[in-house]
């Protein structure tokens, strides 16, 4: 597969060069020139195939790789997924069952056998990491076919904490492989993505979540995020409207959930569910509080949570009102 920039359509990269820095010589961000999209037979065969399989298979459509199954579990483990229902149709995805308890884990573990370590800082490249997020987001919905919780073809909603905006482009690009995601919510402490989805404008000056440039490129093409970039660059209020606005906003939520919030809303949904969130994982799921309340959605919505309450033990005993000791046991019960 040849890869592009988020800045450029017309040049094009080899999949060793894409692996080994985040952007192209013209500061885009790579990507595939065209990405792969599922016909409806093979998503619903995800039903059948075991989870490293599913990711397997979409790994290798990216890298030319031959990646098994097997490949997959030696890096991740069999079951590196647990899904969690908390009240109605909500479920959440845990990927950070592993020995560090974030899936951090998971994806270093997988970018290595794709060779998507740079040799500057031993992190995983921008695209390797945010490939490994879409083919863990097929992994998790051929469990949700195989285990009859959604029937083929039937829509359902991610939320997500936005952070530098790699989860929900992961989500973004899965949509577009073809998985039936309906809206992509995204949780986060600053304003950046809220004030672009929801008022078309944002200033730069303050910095902005990396891969928002993603969005941009993706829903509005190569033209107009050259024009987001050099707004960026001059530190200027970006601004969209009409049709534009409209594309972007197309499927996508975004919601500011402050520490306040975040301290009510993780003894409150202990207390209403026995589930114990850690700050990222309430930030999404207090999006998708308001997503819900100012829609109505009745979605099966899934929320991703991508560490555990242990790797931010002092703000949830906070929260709480609890000792770590008893955090501990909480998540053990």
């Known amino acids: 597969m040849l890869f592009i920039t988020t800045r450029n359509k017309f040049d094009t990269y080899t999949v060793h060069r894409a692996n080994q820095s985040d952007r192209g010589p013209d500061g885009g961000l790579y990507l595939p020139f065209h990405l792969p999209v599922l016909e409806k037979e093979a998503i619903h065969a995800l039903a059948e195939q075991t989870f490293g399989q599913r990711l397997a298979n979409i790994l290798n459509s990216f890298f030319g790789t031959q990646l098994t199954g097997w490949d997959v579990e030696l890096a991740a483990g069999k079951n590196p997924i647990n899904l969690v229902s908390i009240g109605r149709r909500i479920l959440m995805a845990e990927t950070w ?31 390797v ?20 919780i959604l029937a083929p073809d039937m829509t359902f909603d991610v939320a997500v904490a936005a952070g530098d905006f790699a989860s929900p482009m992961a989500v973004w690009y899965a949509r577009q492989m073809g998985l039936p995601v309906g809206s992509i919510i995204c949780g986060d402490e600053d304003s950046a993505a809220w004030d672009l989805i929801h008022r078309g404008q944002v200033r730069t000056d303050g910095g902005l979540p990396e891969n928002l440039e993603r969005l941009v490129s993706g829903a509005l093409g190569v033209e107009e995020n050259v024009r987001f970039c050099q707004v960026c660059q001059d530190k200027k209020l970006y601004t969209l409207q009409g049709e534009a606005l409209e594309a972007l906003q197309k ?13 009510a809303l993780i003894p409150s949904v202990y207390r209403t569910s026995g589930y114990v969130m850690g ?9 998708l509080q308001d997503y819900q309340a100012r829609t109505g959605a009745k979605h099966l919505a899934l929320v991703l949570s991508d560490s555990s309450p242990l790797r931010d033990s002092k703000l949830v005993t906070e929260a709480m009102g609890i000792t770590q000791r008893e955090l501990e046991k909480r998540l053990g019960e």
Request: glycine share 12%; charged share 20%; no cysteine.
């Open 129 to 148: 990491g945010i490939s490994i997020r879409i083919a863990t987001l097929f992994g998790i919905y051929g469990d949700l076919l195989a285990k009859g």
């Open 279 to 287: 700050p990222k994982t309430a930030m999404a799921y207090g999006a």
């Open 97 to 127: 069952h592993n020995h560090n308890l974030d899936f951090a884990q998971l994806e270093g573990r997988l970018a290595a056998r794709l060779y998507g370590y740079t040799e500057a800082t031993g992190k995983a490249t921008s695209w």
């Open 251 to 263: 499927g996508m939520y975004a919601a500011v959930t402050s520490r306040e919030r975040l301290m």
